[in-house]
């Protein structure tokens, strides 16, 4: 099985804020790995797929970059409605989630 | 426009066997590169894949659960079915279908685009 590690498990940030997530596989999964940001009480949505195109209806405050083993998620001004849990996922052999990271308001 | 929701119990007692189903529309799971999946989120956790079925009924299960699951469709219905065997305790969770964008060949190498609301599901006696 391959593991997603993300980091931070959690972060506090304003808003403003330009804010970053990793996720490391532990082996090369090309550029198969997609971000969700899930509220509390809702389903998951997809933000970003293929490591960096921009899921439909998305605000282009959202990016993610990297290959391999490395990705980040990168949301370059916080807003109010960002504050989330934010999950990677590799889809490179079946399908792993990391742990969620959780966006916090400071 | 695409929509997914499940149904199903929301309580099972321990070693009972689960039901599952995901109805849907606005695609065919009959369309090439199609797939429905099913995912879970026990409280305060973080999400775990369960199992896949693709449009040409090929089908696809976590292998730490692998002996548990069973995944089926019916186009005709446009539903899909999971069920899970021997349920404990620690299966408490939200359950959510999905609906599979990509590849039109290799089996994996997609996203999922759409979700379901999710159902939550409690195991006790």
């Known amino acids: 099985d391959i593991q997603m590690t993300q980091s931070p498990s959690s972060l506090s940030a304003s808003v403003g804020d330009r804010v970053t997530i990793t996720c490391r596989a532990s082996q090369i999964i090309s550029s198969y790995l997609n971000w969700y940001q899930q509220k509390p009480g809702k389903a998951p949505k997809l933000l970003i797929y293929a490591a960096s195109s921009l899921h439909s209806g998305v605000p282009s405050r959202f990016s993610g970059s990297g290959s391999g083993t490395d990705f980040t998620l990168t949301i370059s001004s916080l807003q109010p409605e960002d504050f989330a849990t934010y999950y990677c996922?590799?889809?490179?052999?079946?399908?792993?989630f990391g742990q969620g990271t959780k966006v916090e308001i400071k | 426009q695409i929509t997914l929701k499940e149904s199903g119990p929301t309580l099972v007692k321990p070693t009972q066997t689960l039901t599952l189903t995901c109805t849907f529309s606005g695609f065919s799971l009959s369309t090439n590169g199609v797939g429905v999946g099913w995912i879970r989120q026990p409280p305060g956790k973080a999400l775990e894949w369960l199992a896949l079925i693709y449009w040409d009924d090929d089908k696809r299960y976590s292998p730490s659960l692998k002996s548990r699951l069973t995944i089926t469709k019916d186009t005709s219905k446009n539903q899909v079915v999971l069920t899970m065997t021997n349920m404990d305790p620690v299966d408490t969770a939200t359950y959510y279908c999905v609906h599979r964008l990509g590849s039109l060949i290799v089996r994996y190498h997609d996203r999922f685009d759409y979700w379901g609301q999710g159902t939550l599901v409690t195991v006790s006696s």
């Open positions: 996922q590799q889809s490179y052999s079946a399908w792993t």
